[in-house]
T-cell receptor, first 112, second 115 residues
Framework: QKEVEQNSGPLSVPEGAIASLNCTYSDRVSQSFFWYRQYSGKSPELIMSIYSNGDKEDGRFTAQLNKASQYVSLLIRDSQPSDSATYLCAVKEGGTGNQFYFGTGTSLTVIP | EPEVTQTPSHQVTQMGQEVILRCVPI?????FYWYRQILGQKVEFLVS????????KSEIFDDQFSVERPDGSNFTLKIRSTKLEDSAMYFC?????????????FGDGTRLSIL
């Protein structure tokens, strides 16, 4: 059973601070990793993807991947109240499989 | 920006009835997926579809479920003889390919309530 683990939170940060979200995965041959944002009752919305070790930056968001440690993280700089949502980590398995495995998500609240 | 659209947004059905959930994937995408999310739980993969056939399915996707692409735009999920535990949010997703870092784009979902 492929597992994707996230701290469920809630994680609270003040406006303007850095929010750090973490995710670990069990399948060593996983290929690609995705962060989605999900507002309550809404669909997952893609924030960014990463598949190479290291950091990938997109605006206020930075994804970090460490395949040796089977760990992927998302940093949100200058957090805004509108960033308050549940952040889902998704992992695409290696091989020919296309399905995404999702974590349970981390609830983030940015306090004005 | 192109979107995945799903209808209806909310479906209420009596237990034992059949439901069909509809999706229009993004037009140039070739891979289609159904996921479900039971309230308060993680998003779970049901099935993927490519070239007019199922390419992958999970243990959840048993004989009660079927998928179809009846025409060039729609992608449907049929649930026969619905059970109370089928109540969930059902998300359709699509992707142009399956390469490294290729994301899946999700629709707004259909909330299915079984009474």
């Amino acid at each position: 059973q492929k597992e994707v683990e996230q701290n469920s939170g809630p994680l609270s940060v003040p406006e303007g601070a850095i929010a750090s979200l973490n995710c670990t995965y069990s399948d060593r041959v996983s290929q690609s990793f995705f962060w989605y944002r999900q507002y309550s009752g809404k669909s997952p919305e893609l924030i960014m993807s990463i598949y190479s070790n290291g950091d990938k930056e997109d605006g206020r968001f930075t994804a970090q991947l460490n395949k040796a440690s089977q760990y992927v993280s998302l940093l949100i700089r200058d957090s805004q109240p509108s960033d308050s949502a549940t952040y889902l980590c998704a992992v695409k398995e290696g091989g020919t499989g296309n399905q995404f495995y999702f974590g349970t998500g981390t609830s983030l609240t940015v306090i004005p | 920006e192109p979107e995945v659209t799903q209808t209806p947004s909310h479906q209420v059905t009596q237990m034992g009835q059949e439901v069909i959930l509809r999706c229009v994937p993004i037009s140039n995408h070739l891979y289609f997926y159904w996921y479900r999310q039971i309230l308060g739980q993680k998003v779970e993969f049901l099935v993927s579809f490519y070239n007019n056939e199922i390419s992958e399915k999970s243990e959840i996707f048993d004989d009660q479920f079927s998928v179809e692409r009846p025409d060039g735009s729609n992608f449907t999920l049929k649930i026969r003889s619905t059970k109370l535990e089928d109540s969930a949010m059902y998300f359709c997703a699509s992707s142009p390919g399956t390469g490294f870092g290729e994301p899946q784009h999700f629709g707004d979902g259909t909330r299915l309530s079984i009474l």
